[in-house]
């Protein structure tokens, strides 16, 4: 579930530098300077603007109706921004046709050309380029065809073929051409979670190989922390933090990104004392939360009597026994225990507080430590909590 | 015929989720029980009567009269020849129009299916009665024309082939336009976008793309088209003269004026028999072209 045990470390700079220089690496930098699009009253995307890096592996990541896949259809070129500037490699595209952007992409139900073989839909972008022979064109969809693991399917059509291998030729097929940039609208979410998976692994070894650009577009948290080199999150149209999966996991910027990415638990309170060396919060009258204020350095200082929530995830707390967990705990009272293999996630609602209720990651080793309705305390690691102010949209 | 058309020109859903998987075999038969009962009393019934009396009084004779006299095989050939050319004309002049369907706005190709059904709605008669007002001797082309100064004298316009053809193609465009609609309609917009993104103009993408998955729709049209051309009988005994007469019109005069119904009935079973092959050769195109048979 972290990012940190699941993700697929990407070539830093330097050693994607030293490939360039020995083999050829077909990406390019893409860069969207204040991209906006209206559709009459309605914006679907306001003001995007991302630098992104030869070869980078890149994930807008947004719930559904957030201007993702918008975007992406701007980049493509089927829709003109209302405002904004698209350039690929330096060369503004903004106002070029879709066919002339040289753009690779995969689609989320593929487009596979259900009425030609898997051969001639390799061979499509390169026909259409009319710039290669024939026996040129096809050793490139034999070639293209054992990069991804499927050759003798030449022959046959779409249909004839299963999610996942459909999903393939379809990365073939946007690759053939050599795209200085690729880009991907949910490719994966047709297919099951173990298919799902083992893809992952498989397109990011072959955008490593190729050192292809990639633009993916995804609403599975998941999915993007584990494959991007850097990750967009989007909402209503804005985006709203552009980083690192790690910087996104331990320094979220909004409420918004701290609720998204990962298991998070948000506590109401007011300012007590907020200052450089520590944030005091108070959750009811007689519980306050204490934490050392580095873990909030990219926020401002609240007023005491500000109105605050706390994001804390589950696994930067712990459980002890009531009385155990030292002066700065909190009591809480055990609602349930759900059991995920490696982990426990207890539910434990605060003893003063019943409305709030906390989610509590364990390692699960042996025994189940505590039952239903056991007394607790609930200890936090001072530096892990994330705090922001509460707007009017989290006051309601 | 009958079923072969509706299973063509069905749409894709249909054919892909057969009704038999939702009901039992005894409520399958019961909803299929008025239609069939329908079909035996009339359609098969007549038909076997039609084709018992081409063979009345236990000859040939009046098959062998058909193909003695040259006359009915031109009749039988030139039906044919018109029914091609409405099919062909139909294709040409419905195909934009269905595709300008497809594709504009909700509101802006409900008025376009308007013009396209309303016509439909309307009596054949009618609407053959008004190319006789606009095509007749002092009909209001002509009037045009001679007012234009284009010509002197009024041409003759009414009771040639070309009229016959032309208000056919108008009366059976509907038949062409609505099944290549639905393929359109069928057709997810992202394949015309992969093509473009695939480095195709529009035109290229058209081509490769929307017309080879548009064909299931050409097809179920044409052969709509060209099997109601070929036994159309209204439109060609109005617009058509005796020049121009085709086998529905010669069936119809054996039948109403020489009151030669062995002899007609022969002839019907000759063009049912023709009908009949021209919708297996169609079907026979239809399943060579594999591809195609993956489309939906």
């Given at each position: 579930m972290r990012p940190e045990t699941g993700r697929i470390q990407g070539k830093d700079a330097e050693e994607r530098q030293q490939l360039k220089g020995n083999a050829k690496l077909i990406g390019q930098s893409l860069s969207l300077g204040g991209l906006q699009k209206r559709y009459g009253e309605a914006i679907a995307v306001r003001e995007l603007s991302l630098e992104i890096a030869a070869g980078e592996f890149v994930s807008l990541l947004g719930p559904s109706g957030s201007g993702k896949t918008t975007a992406l259809t701007m980049i493509a070129g089927f829709e003109a921004p209302s405002t904004g500037r698209i350039a690929i490699g330096g060369r503004?595209?903004?106002?070029?046709?879709p066919n002339h952007r040289n753009i690779g992409m995969v689609f989320q139900k593929y487009a596979l050309f259900p009425h030609l073989t898997i051969h001639q839909n390799i061979a499509f972008p390169l026909r259409m380029r009319g710039r290669m022979q024939k026996t040129a064109i096809s050793r490139r969809v034999d070639e293209m065809l054992e990069l991804v693991q499927l050759s003798g399917y030449a022959e046959r059509y779409p249909n004839q073929l299963s999610g996942g291998q459909q999903q393939r030729v379809a990365v073939a097929r946007a690759l053939a051409f050599e795209p200085p940039v690729l880009l991907m609208d949910?490719?994966?979410?047709?297919?099951d979670k173990k298919l799902r998976e083992a893809m992952q692994f498989e397109i990011k070894r072959l955008q490593e190989r190729l050192g292809a650009t990639v633009v993916y577009v995804t609403h599975d948290q998941d999915e993007a922390l584990t494959m991007s080199d850097r990750v967009a999150i989007m909402s209503d149209g804005r985006l709203v933090q552009f980083g690192t999966p790690t910087e996104l996991y331990r320094q979220p910027n909004t409420e918004f990104v701290a609720d998204f990415i990962g298991r998070m638990n948000f506590l109401h309170g007011d300012c007590l004392d907020c200052t450089a060396e520590q944030t005091v919060v108070r959750l009811s009258e007689s519980t306050v939360l204490k934490l050392r204020s580095h873990a909030n350095e990219r926020t401002r200082k609240y007023d005491a009597g500000t109105a605050l929530r706390v994001a804390i995830r589950p696994e930067r707390m712990r459980l002890a026994k009531r009385g155990d967990g030292g002066a700065d705990a909190l009591p809480g009272v055990v609602d349930a225990a759900v059991f995920f293999g490696s982990t426990y996630i207890f539910l434990v609602r605060l003893a003063d507080r019943p409305a709030a209720s906390l989610q509590v990651e364990v390692p699960a080793d042996g025994v189940i430590p505590y039952q239903r309705d056991d007394a607790v305390d609930i200890v936090l690691d001072g530096a892990a909590g994330h705090v922001f102010p509460v707007t009017e949209r989290c006051a309601a | 015929m009958t079923r072969s058309l509706a299973s063509l020109s069905s749409s894709p859903s249909f054919r892909r989720s057969s009704s038999a998987r939702f009901y039992s075999p005894n409520a399958s038969l019961a909803l299929v029980t008025p239609l069939i009962a329908a079909l035996l009393a009339g359609f098969l019934y007549p038909v076997a009567r039609l084709i018992a009396l081409s063979f009345s009084g236990g000859t040939l004779s009046h098959y062998r009269r058909i193909f003695a006299e040259p006359l009915h095989l031109d009749v039988l050939f030139s039906t044919i020849e018109v029914a091609f050319v409405v099919t062909v004309a139909s294709l040409l002049l419905g195909f934009p129009v269905a595709y300008l369907m497809a594709r504009l706005s909700r509101g802006l190709a409900m008025a376009v299916a308007a013009c396209v059904f309303i016509p439909l709605w309307t009596s054949v008669l009618v609407r053959s009665y008004a190319w006789v007002v606009l095509l007749q001797r002092n009909g209001i082309i002509n009037k045009l024309l001679i007012d234009t100064g284009v010509t002197e004298w009024p041409l003759k316009?009414?009771?040639?082939e070309g009229a016959v053809i032309l208000a056919m193609t108008h009366v059976l465009m509907p038949f062409m336009i609505l099944p290549i609609y639905s393929a359109l309609r069928a057709l997810p917009p992202d394949y015309v976008r992969a093509a473009r993104n695939l480095g195709a103009g529009p035109i290229r993408a058209f081509v490769a793309v929307t017309l080879p998955l548009s064909l299931p729709g050409v097809f179920a049209g044409s052969i709509m088209c060209f099997v109601l051309a070929l036994g159309f009988y209204i439109t060609p005994a109005l617009v058509g003269g005796p020049g121009s007469m085709l086998m529905a019109t010669l069936i119809g005069q054996q039948t109403t004026v020489l009151l030669d119904w062995p002899f007609a009935a022969a002839l019907s079973t000759v063009l049912l028999a023709v009908t009949l092959l021209f919708v297996l050769l169609f079907r026979r195109m239809l399943s060579l072209s594999k591809g195609l048979n993956s489309v939906y």
């Open positions: 503004d595209v903004t106002l070029l046709a949910e490719p994966l979410g047709a297919l | 316009l009414i009771y040639t």
